[in-house]
């Protein structure tokens, strides 16, 4: 990929980021204008555990995982077997405990970063490993969900730094209008997403993105098994 393709990346990804703190505006400022109140400790503390494990292993191991892993084949299989487990974890999880971000533990913040972890494989989904890893441990669905929007916003900020830390003297902002089309885009439809998913898995649960995920990942699968 040349530089302005990792410059697109980059702007892309603040996109995301931007629309994720736009819808969550009101829930961040209060957060941010309260940092003594322990409810905002907490929330803070909460969002920043849970970023640990995905930086440290990201920042050691990321290269030597895909390295390993980077295969049509394993993201395949990923996306069927993420699917199966998203079916189960519905049906098991009846009544859940937890309500509020604030009311996780630090031990379970932890365990959903290192569900966060199982998305440097291909085909699992980041917000799919933390929503189903927080449902596990007593989180309500729609708190679940708007936990890994929370989670995303260090986790791509960070991703972004780095990126840019990497590629600095290499980025060109050649094509200014397209780079400009691409932000604007990426935060829109961020924007839509974050809005709709919330409402459609209130409604609807996980179970049409698992089937989703079982078609695509046996399409795949057929495809790249018999074209050998």
């Known amino acids: 990929e040349g530089p302005p393709g990792k410059t697109f990346e980059i702007v892309i990804q603040l996109g995301a980021i931007l629309a994720v703190c736009v819808v969550y505006w009101h829930k961040l400022w209060g957060v941010t204008t309260t940092l003594t109140d322990p409810r905002s400790v907490a929330f ?19 290269k030597y995982i895909k390295q390993m892993l980077d295969s049509p084949l394993v993201a395949a299989i990923a996306l069927v077997v993420g699917g199966f487990a998203i079916l189960i974890i ?26 966060q972890v199982l998305a440097m494989v291909p085909g699992v989904s980041r917000a799919g490993a933390t929503i189903m890893g927080s449902m596990l441990l007593g989180v309500e669905r729609r708190t679940a969900a708007e936990f890994s929007f929370f989670l995303a916003i260090p ?36 924007l839509v997403v974050v809005k709709t998913f919330i409402a459609f898995i209130s409604r609807h649960g996980f179970a049409p993105f698992a089937y989703y995920r079982i078609g695509f990942g046996a399409l795949m699968l057929v495809l790249i098994l018999t074209s050998r």
């Open 44 to 62: 803070v503390r909460n969002v920043l555990l849970a970023f640990l494990p995905a930086a440290v292993i990201g920042a050691t191991a990321y």
């Open 90 to 115: 519905e049906k098991m999880v009846k009544r859940a405990r937890i309500h509020e971000v604030e009311d996780l533990s630090p031990a379970m913040s932890l365990a959903i970063g290192f569900c």
């Open 155 to 190: 986790t791509m900020t960070g991703a972004t730094v780095y990126s840019l830390y990497k590629n600095w003297s290499t980025l060109s902002f050649d094509g200014s209008a397209l780079i400009a089309v691409g932000f604007a885009a990426a935060f829109l439809s961020a």
